[in-house]
Each structure stands twice: as C-alpha cells, then as structure tokens.
C-alpha cells in the first residue's frame, strides 16, 4: 500500500529544514514520554513512527497503559507481531508505557504520542475524545464496545475473615472500619463507590435519598481514603489500617498469583468494571499507523489473545470463545452486576457523582470526623 503525495518532493534545503524539524520534534517527544511518574516501565525500539509507515518494511506503534494489563501485553505482542508479519510482510515494534490510568491520560494530552491506549476508566478514554485525541464514536469502531477486559469490586479481608464481612451492607457497620481510594484522585475508586450505589439503589427499590444515605455512611467508616490504588492497599497490607478493603476482583487474584495470602469476597449484586481500549486517531493519523493499530486492537479481541486477560484474573467477556464453564467456574458467581450504561455512561456519571460539588462531594460533607 502506497501513500499519496500531495506535494512535490523536497528540494536540498527543505531536506535539511525538515530533518532539523524532525530531531526537534523527536527529543521532544522523547522528553515528554520520560518525564515525571507515569510511566512504570518503558521498551522502545530506535526507530521511530514516520508519515508513511503502512507501507514501510518496519512499523512501530506506542502502546500506553496502566500497569495491570502490561503481562498479558507482553504475551500477547509476540503473537500479533508473528501474524502480522506474516499476512503483511511488516516488521512491527512496539514501545510501551505503564503506569497510573490518569497520569496516562494526562501524558497522552500533554505530548506522550500514543498509537493506541488500554486505560482503566472509560472516563479517562473520555478525556482524551474532549481533547480531540479520540474520535467520539470510538466506542463503535471496535468489538464490545471498547471494552477488552472487565472485572467486579471485590472485598479483601483479614485473615480469617474475624469481622464475618460478606456483602456491602457490612461496611456500614459501627464495628467494621474499611479502606479505599479516593473517588476525587482514582479512576479505580469510582467504581468502589459506584459499587456500593448500585447496590443500596437497588435494595431500595431505586430511592436516591435512601442510596445517599447508604454511602454516607458506609464512607463515614471510612479508615483511610487514599490518593490512589496502590496507596490504598498499602494503608491496608502494610500499614494494618482497617478490616477491609475494596479493590479490583482482578488485581487480588493477580496478588495471590504472586504468592500474596490474601482473602476476599465479591458482594453480590456488584458492577461490571469494563476496562476500555481505543486508537489515539490524532496520532495514528499523524504517524501513517492506522491500518496496523486498528488491526493490534482487533487482534486483542481473539480467543488466545482474551486467554491472556483472563490469565491475570480478568472476567471472560461475554460472547467471548474464552468464556468457558473451566473459566468462570474460578470466580465467585454474581448473579446482578450492573453497569455504567445504567447510569448514562462515564461522562453523565462523573458529573452527577464525581464532579465538584457532585454526589461524592455532599457525601464527605455531610460526614462528622
């Protein structure tokens, strides 16, 4: 496939001015892809993305994340950079970056030129649509409507489980003392809440007033309300704060993998958290990447390529080849989980929940400490 040219072919000097242009813009994407926290870790290769990349011999796309999908990534490259090569003759490297879901997002408006992005929150996928990185309508230009891995709000306690919490109920109980994040700060922490609202709307026959009361003072329990995920689990592991906390389903099953004893169990009903992929369409259109990036997003919805997710301790999806009675059988059954579509999608829930002076915001003023 060849791109067209639209303009005459550079004289000497326009040669020269580009490639000064060039290593400019270069450095300075470099910088900006390396500075400050966000990103975890870091593979490139030394070529970069150019204009006519889709018909060159070696293609190279940015994949930006948060940390938790990065293993079933590295598993998952290999293969598409096999099948690619074979069905197109292409060489495709890739560099990739891991860290917190927001800081991602923010690196991406701020210059980190992403191909494609897997975060966390649609919310964050959202940002970058208001930021005319993502075309509005990204949620229709792939399978399950951009989300390629979902997971449930699950409850770790302490060994034993000496506090007997086994729904959400119980975090509103004078003697149980439990630890977040943030809703205001983390992506992750949205859900959390959102978990216990679906929860008390629902077994108060959808009263508002009665699911406000719920969380008011499931929060007023609150031990510690941390900056982000990890800060939060460390209060709880580390720090011996609380008797639960309420993390992602996914990342405590990951834990134990790693040789964490830890306990839990996912209240029932709970929320379908949908972890969201998208191509960055600015950048993929800058970069002459589109063909290969779409196809990479595409390839992550094949039966060896969700075995990964599930490896990790994703949910299968649903309709998907993966989602076998060997693999559900590993997860507590819940028998309602709501979604976000239930609440009119991400933008409509950050501002009537998670938005200054929003339901969250009432919520923590209303609480004597």
Same mark, same amino acid.
């Given at each position: 496939?060849?791109?067209?040219?639209?303009?005459?072919?550079?004289?000497?000097?326009?040669?020269?001015?580009? *490639?000064?242009?060039?290593?400019?813009? /270069?450095?300075?994407?470099?910088?900006?892809?390396?500075?400050?926290?966000?990103?975890?870790?870091?593979?490139?290769?030394?070529?970069?993305?150019?204009?006519?990349?889709?018909?060159?011999?070696?293609?190279?796309? /940015?994949?930006?994340? $948060?940390?938790?999908?990065?293993?079933? !990534?590295?598993?998952?490259?290999?293969?598409?950079?096999?099948?690619?090569?074979?069905?197109?003759?292409?060489?495709?490297?890739?560099?990739?970056? $891991?860290?917190?879901?927001?800081?991602?997002?923010?690196?991406?408006?701020?210059?980190?030129?992403? %191909?494609?992005?897997?975060?966390?929150?649609?919310? %964050?996928?959202?940002?970058?649509?208001?930021?005319?990185?993502?075309?509005?309508?990204?949620?229709?230009?792939?399978?399950?409507?951009?989300?390629?891995?979902?997971?449930?709000?699950?409850?770790?306690?302490?060994?034993?489980?000496?506090?007997? =919490?086994?729904?959400?109920? %119980?975090?509103?109980?004078?003697?149980?003392?439990? *630890?977040?994040?943030?809703?205001?700060?983390?992506?992750?922490?949205?859900?959390?809440?959102?978990?216990?609202?679906? !929860?008390?709307?629902?077994?108060?026959?959808?009263?508002?007033?009665?699911? /406000?009361?719920?969380?008011?003072?499931?929060?007023?329990?609150?031990? *510690?309300?941390?900056?982000?995920?990890?800060?939060?689990?460390?209060?709880?592991?580390?720090?011996?704060?609380?008797?639960?906390? =309420?993390?992602?389903?996914?990342?405590?099953?990951?834990?134990?993998?790693?040789?964490?004893?830890?306990?839990?169990?996912?209240?029932?009903?709970?929320?379908? =958290?949908?972890?969201?992929?998208?191509?960055?369409?600015?950048?993929?259109?800058? !970069?002459?990447?589109?063909?290969?990036?779409?196809?990479?997003?595409? $390839?992550?919805?094949?039966?060896?390529?969700?075995?990964?997710?599930?490896?990790?301790?994703?949910?299968?999806?649903?309709?998907?080849?993966?989602?076998?009675?060997?693999?559900?059988?590993?997860?507590?059954?819940?028998?309602?989980?709501?979604?976000?579509?239930? $609440?009119?999608?991400?933008?409509?829930?950050?501002?009537?929940?998670?938005?200054?002076?929003?339901?969250?915001?009432?919520?923590?003023?209303?609480?004597?400490?």
């Amino acid at each position: 496939m060849k791109l067209k040219q639209n303009r005459p072919l550079f004289n000497l000097r326009s040669l020269k001015k580009f *490639v000064s242009l060039f290593v400019i813009g /270069t450095t300075l994407s470099v910088a900006i892809a390396s500075c400050g926290g966000n990103t975890a870790s870091t593979s490139s290769s030394p070529n970069s993305a150019s204009p006519v990349a889709n018909s060159a011999k070696e293609v190279e796309l /940015t994949l930006v994340g $948060y940390a938790v999908p990065k293993a079933a !990534h590295d598993a998952i490259i290999p293969k598409f950079v096999e099948k690619w090569q074979k069905e197109k003759g292409q060489t495709v490297t890739f560099k990739q970056s $891991y860290g917190g879901s927001g800081s991602q997002t923010r690196a991406i408006i701020d210059g980190l030129e992403a %191909d494609v992005a897997n975060l966390a929150i649609a919310a %964050d996928t959202e940002k970058l649509v208001k930021a005319g990185f993502v075309n509005s309508d990204w949620t229709t230009k792939t399978p399950n409507n951009g989300i390629v891995a979902k997971t449930v709000a699950a409850v770790i306690v302490r060994p034993g489980n000496p506090k007997n =919490i086994k729904t959400f109920d %119980d975090l509103t109980r004078p003697d149980v003392k439990w *630890v977040t994040a943030d809703p205001k700060t983390s992506g992750g922490a949205r859900w959390n809440f959102l978990a216990l609202w679906d !929860h008390a709307l629902r077994a108060n026959n959808k009263d508002e007033a009665k699911a /406000t009361e719920f969380v008011t003072k499931a929060f007023a329990n609150v031990a *510690v309300l941390a900056k982000d995920a990890r800060e939060s689990t460390d209060a709880f592991s580390k720090q011996g704060q609380g008797d639960a906390l =309420i993390n992602y389903e996914n990342e405590v099953i990951l834990a134990q993998q790693k040789g964490e004893k830890l306990e839990y169990v996912v209240p029932d009903p709970n929320v379908s =958290i949908d972890i969201p992929i998208s191509v960055i369409d600015k950048n993929v259109d800058k !970069h002459g990447t589109r063909e290969v990036a779409e196809a990479f997003v595409q $390839y992550l919805y094949t039966p060896e390529a969700q075995a990964e997710f599930v490896k990790l301790g994703f949910r299968p999806l649903d309709g998907a080849p993966v989602k076998t009675k060997e693999n559900t059988d590993k997860y507590p059954a819940v028998k309602t989980l709501g979604t976000i579509q239930e $609440y009119g999608g991400w933008s409509q829930a950050q501002k009537k929940f998670f938005d200054d002076g929003a339901v969250f915001d009432q919520v923590q003023a209303s609480i004597k400490r």
